[in-house]
């Protein structure tokens, strides 16, 4: 624990592993943790596959440390259920950083056997805030609603667009519109960036947020370094709205509120299975599957055992 | 309840709609259908975005029509925790099949507010199982874990594929490559579907599923109704591997283990949230965002509360 606080490498990957893998201990390092964090600066950064979301956060990264900030790089992939490997890309990149131990990247190539990827996120981030990170970016493929909720979750939620994204792109859009507090347009040299801009000043015009900031839109070629200056003073000004609307606190009571949902949610199943016996979960898995039960009953009476076994 | 069983639209777009918000009955509803269930078969189709899922669903359902199938779609689309909106798309498909009563179409545009995506369709789709559809295609698009989850749980599995996807196309792929037991190259008259295929070869050569099957690929190019007969070929094969190797009723075991868990996570949760009074959790909540309280510590305390106040 202390070894984690005083920021140790190895101690912190430790950490991470047990709280990601919920190994024996984990909540009592995560209560144990907790009193040491709210420190740190929570950026959420996601987009569609291909939108530069690695290169954009490396920059960002580079920028803080400049400023003599410490970072934490939580890189989360949709990878496999079945595999749990984590992306080649991410070991390739962690080597690039690898003489700086002002940077700490994490990739989270899987949901835990417990508990929803948003969650654990979270947890990870938590041992990252304790350790005295700074800075945690939190990176995501911003498409599927997992993906999504985590980085809603953050301090200052990012959304990264590129030119030319296709079809599908009113498609994607919708899902992660509403969540930026500030909009990317990366590779902005592209043919369509002003296209781009001009659907998000459209979207803008439709409907005001309830908080009354407009996300500003920056423009970006991650590639190339350009932008990350401007997205970093964009941050900047976010948190001084939130400052000085006094709205940091409240959006922080209302991301609390549901991560405890998840977080009481995962707990109670744990406490349903705890009282049900090896095997029976697959035992009444094949009465269904043969239909000699139905499922909605069956839940009801296992969910209402629980009082009575105790 | 008679109404749906006998596939009436309107009893049927209120039974599904009862279901997704869950409004009141909506337990009792699935409980009564349940019986009735089992008789659909169930096809996943999932793809990156832009891959013409829509387009390859819509022909899949041609063909079934032409089989006098009738055919229920559902269509679950990653839009907005917040605007809850139906993505008009969707309308004007549904125009298009409006004429025919034995397509019906299913627009699942948000999480319900208990329960997950994948939760809720599975009962949608239950819905639609006892409403005496043949066919039941559920159209997601695989990037996010919430999605390569829904269609995961499907009888036989699609996953589309098209040249060309860009950048993170190593990323996208590995979530949802797992998962297919029928590869699809859309747009096959694409330059790059040769590569395409041979990258899933490279694949396949590398690993062997634990049932034995080796996905066959089949191309399509759906904007032109080209490859729909084979795919619906290759559908009939799986099936019948299945059904001769013994398989099916195992998969369908796994298959309601998992869903068990889904069902008494939220099951659980409501029983939590019901000792709860009104308030109290956004009270934890700013105690938490305030350091006062460690929400793991809170978490166990508030589980420890349920056995002894009942």
Not at 43 to 72: I, N
Not at 77 to 91: E, M, N, Q, V
Not at 169 to 198: H, L, P, W, Y
Not at 231 to 248: F, G, M, R, S
Request: net charge negative.
């Amino acid at each position: 624990m202390e070894q984690v606080r005083l920021g140790d490498p190895r101690a912190l990957a430790r950490a991470i592993s047990t709280v990601e893998n919920r190994s024996a201990g984990w909540s009592e390092l995560l209560k144990a943790l907790f009193p040491h964090t709210g420190k740190a600066r929570i950026l959420g950064l996601t987009g569609p596959p291909g939108a530069g979301k690695s290169t954009l956060v490396d920059q960002l990264a580079k920028h803080y440390r400049k400023e003599k900030h410490t970072v934490g790089i939580i890189a989360v992939d949709p990878t496999s259920p079945y595999t749990g490997g984590a992306i080649l890309g991410d070991r390739i990149r962690m080597q690039d950083h690898y003489a700086d131990p002002g940077i700490y990247i994490r990739s989270m190539a899987t949901r835990g056997s417990l508990g929803g990827l948003a969650r654990t996120t979270v947890d990870v981030a938590t041992v990252l805030d304790a350790s005295g990170r700074d800075c945690i970016l939190i990176e995501t493929v911003g498409v599927g609603q997992d993906e999504v909720e985590i980085v809603r979750l953050a301090d200052v939620t990012v959304v990264i667009l590129v030119p030319g994204m296709g079809d599908d792109v009113q498609t994607i859009k919708a899902g992660i519109m509403e969540i930026a507090d500030i909009f990317v347009i990366n590779k902005s040299d592209r043919e369509g960036a002003e296209r781009v801009e001009r659907e998000i000043r459209a979207m803008q015009s439709l409907a005001t947020r309830s908080d009354g900031w407009t996300p500003p839109i920056v423009k970006t070629v991650a590639s190339q370094g350009l932008g990350t200056e401007e997205l970093a003073a964009a941050i900047v000004d976010y948190e001084a709205y939130l400052k000085k609307e006094n709205l940091a606190f409240r959006k922080n009571v209302e991301n609390w509120q549901e991560r405890l949902v998840e977080m009481l949610r995962d707990a109670m199943l744990e406490k349903a299975r705890a009282q049900m016996d090896a095997g029976s979960l697959e035992r009444y898995a094949a009465e269904i599957a043969e239909h000699k039960r139905d499922p909605y009953s069956l839940v009801e009476e296992i969910v209402g055992r629980i009082d009575k076994n105790t």
